[in-house]
């Protein structure tokens, strides 16, 4: 066993990954055995003529079979880099897409522009990275963030407590349902599930068979919590106050015709992602 050295055991991973049609063979076959080893991956380099013990060699199979079997790498290590910090991750929550960080861009240019502390919520908060990431460029402001799962919110207070040193009120609720009418925040931000139920079976196995369906389903259309969130804003948003909501590619005109229904709504725009698809929904309020 002690002739698989870290060098030759990478190059054996990446062969295996690829005959199984693993995105990113090689990058996920550093990933994992760092983590395995609790070294950075550079280290793997400057070590790689490290052989392995039995107990490690045995750790690795595992999250390789992990893999294999298409977990998402992130629950297998615990964590995901998302707008220039690590979060915990758990399948309690959603994994952290590059898409998000499109959100947290446009929350932290609606908020610089402001230049004065504002009331910030985020309903389903899931990890917690998007306020959590907010919250650590915009240190002035006060943040609030709900979610449905208990579990959820308790992996978002783990990532607080060690980002941002717990600056963010977290709590229970379904949408707006624990609060107050008279609650006025200056910017409601939310990622809410909206992918159309008729389409989770073509997700990606990594995505459809691991990721927390409470997250992803957004009903018939991908519009259900759209729809209840517009409907129920004007109690919580102040006068002037803007919504944000990550989308989908294909769902601007189906979001301009529910903020149509509602005549306190000023007016709606679309930011595009990286990609150049429509992103970002920016709703403000008269």
């Known amino acids: 066993m002690n002739s698989w050295t870290i060098i030759k055991l990478l190059s054996w991973t990446e062969s295996y990954f690829k005959s199984h049609s693993i995105d990113s063979p090689r990058?996920?076959?550093e990933l994992l055995l760092a983590h395995t080893l609790d070294i950075k991956r550079l280290d793997l380099y400057l070590q790689h003529d490290r052989p392995l013990g039995k107990k490690e060699l045995s750790n690795f199979k595992i999250l390789i079979k992990k893999r294999v079997e298409h977990q998402p790498l992130a629950y297998i290590v615990g964590e995901k880099g998302f707008y220039d910090s690590d979060f915990y991750v758990t399948k309690d929550v959603l994994i952290p897409r590059p898409d998000t960080e499109t959100?947290?861009?446009q929350a932290l240019t609606i908020l610089n522009q402001n230049n004065r502390p504002c009331n910030i919520l985020e309903l389903g908060t899931g990890s917690g990275a998007i306020i959590i990431s907010i919250a650590k460029e915009i240190t002035d402001s006060y943040?609030?963030?709900?979610d449905f799962s208990f579990s959820a919110l308790?992996?978002?207070?783990?990532n607080a407590h060690k980002i941002v040193k717990n600056k963010i009120l977290f709590f229970v609720s379904n949408w707006f349902a624990a609060l107050h009418k008279k609650s006025c925040f200056d910017l409601i931000i939310s990622n809410p599930p909206y992918?159309?139920?008729k389409d989770i079976a073509q997700l990606a196995p990594e995505i459809r068979k691991f990721e927390p369906m409470l997250a992803l389903d957004g009903g018939r259309d991908g519009l259900d919590s759209f729809r209840i969130i517009l409907k129920n804003a004007d109690n919580y948003?102040?006068?002037?106050?803007?919504i944000l909501f990550e989308m989908g590619f294909d769902q601007k005109e189906g979001l301009i015709n529910i903020v149509n229904k509602y005549s306190y709504y000023k007016s709606i725009k679309f930011i595009k992602d990286l990609a150049g698809h429509n992103r970002v929904a920016v709703i403000k309020k008269i």
């Open 103 to 105: 959100i947290v861009e």
């Open 143 to 146: 943040y609030f963030a709900s």
């Open 237 to 242: 948003l102040a006068p002037g106050g803007v």
């Open 154 to 158: 308790k992996i978002a207070q783990k």
């Open 27 to 29: 990058l996920t076959g």
């Open 195 to 197: 992918i159309p139920s």
